[in-house]
């Protein structure tokens, strides 16, 4: 059975730090590109990170560079996204998606989803 759990959301105030994680079947996690994706309120999903199968290459979406790092740990077919320096604009549910990838920011290229998991930043 494939499966897609995400963990760590919550409630933070902006400027700070959140750690989610998404703990993969190994059907889906295995020589697969692992991405985050989000969906705010009355807006579309939209891309945020992703991270090939070896970790070696990763992709952002611009407004998260430098705040955000995605890192996957084969081992335990667990992709994690460290989020720092929240932002109000940061709040979303975060979906965790495993699939071919490539190219990496794109939605369709991802067999897998999880259910979500909801990030609130407060001002």
């Known amino acids: 059975q494939v499966q897609l759990v995400e963990s760590g959301g919550g409630l933070v105030q902006a400027g700070g730090s959140l750690r989610l994680s998404c703990a993969a079947s190994?059907?889906?996690?295995?020589?697969?590109?692992m991405a985050w994706f989000r969906q705010a309120p009355g807006k579309e999903r939209e891309f945020v990170a992703a991270i090939n199968w070896s970790g070696g290459s990763t992709y952002y979406v611009d407004s998260v560079k430098g705040r955000f790092t995605i890192s996957r740990d084969n081992g335990k077919n667990t992709v994690y996204l460290q989020m720092n320096n929240l932002k109000p604009e940061d709040t979303a549910v975060y979906y965790c998606?495993?699939?071919?990838?490539?190219?990496?920011?794109?939605?369709?290229?991802?067999?897998?989803w999880g259910q979500g998991t909801q990030v609130t930043v407060s001002s």
């Open positions: 190994e059907r889906a996690f295995s020589r697969n590109y």
């Open positions: 998606a495993a699939g071919p990838g490539l190219p990496a920011t794109e939605s369709l290229r991802y067999n897998y």
